[in-house]
């Protein structure tokens, strides 16, 4: 199985400010299709998931445009170029390239 | 609008059976894949099942192969997942989601419980 592993686990962040999370895979993502089938998500307190980034970069509609993904391979980040108040909550990466899917253990993202 | 809803979720006793529902609208059901994603109380979230637009492939964790079966009627617009041989470690909010490059359409998830 791929293993999905964040950094940090916690991050408090101050208003306006940027944060950023760090995902890396046990294996290369590229699938042989040539997609890299890895996503960002947002659970704040109390609700689902929603979708946040889909294939390395691409922000789903409706994402403000402050949270952007990059990456390549194994090595993932997701920034939030200035943290709002309604960012805080849960953050997970995930792979799609190859089953079972897997889900990073998750960052908590809060307000200091 | 487009929408799952989960339906299905209680308490249960070790060694029972559940089946939970999700109701899909606002899109064309059966033109997507389809999953089922968990989520124990205050942990992270854990992949399920998977089964094709079409019902042709399914796929299962190992956690919960052999125990859970997935399936669907494309012509009710409804996702299933049948849970056997329940365990308490299969305690959590169980999500339907749909997959389109990426789980892009979540449901608000229902809550099973496995206790005596």
Known sequence: DIVMTQTPLSSPVTLGQPASISCRSSQSLVHSDGNTYL????????QPPRLLIYKISNRFSGVPDR???SGA????TLKISRVEAEDVGVYYCMQ?????W???QGTK???? | ??????????????GGSLRLSCAASGFTFSSYGMHWVRQAPGKGLEWVAFIRYDGSNKYYADSVKGRFTISRDNSKNTLYLQMNSLRAEDTAVYYCARYHDAFDIWGQGTMVTVSS
């Open chain 1, 67 to 69: 949270f952007s993904g």
């Open chain 2, 1 to 14: 609008q487009v929408q799952l809803v989960e339906s299905g979720g209680g308490v249960v006793q070790p």
């Open chain 1, 102 to 104: 897997t889900f990073g």
């Open chain 1, 96 to 100: 799609a390239t190859q089953f079972p």
């Open chain 1, 73 to 76: 391979g194994t090595d993932f």
């Open chain 1, 109 to 112: 993202v809060e307000i200091k």
């Open chain 1, 39 to 46: 996503s960002w998500l947002q659970q704040r307190p109390g």
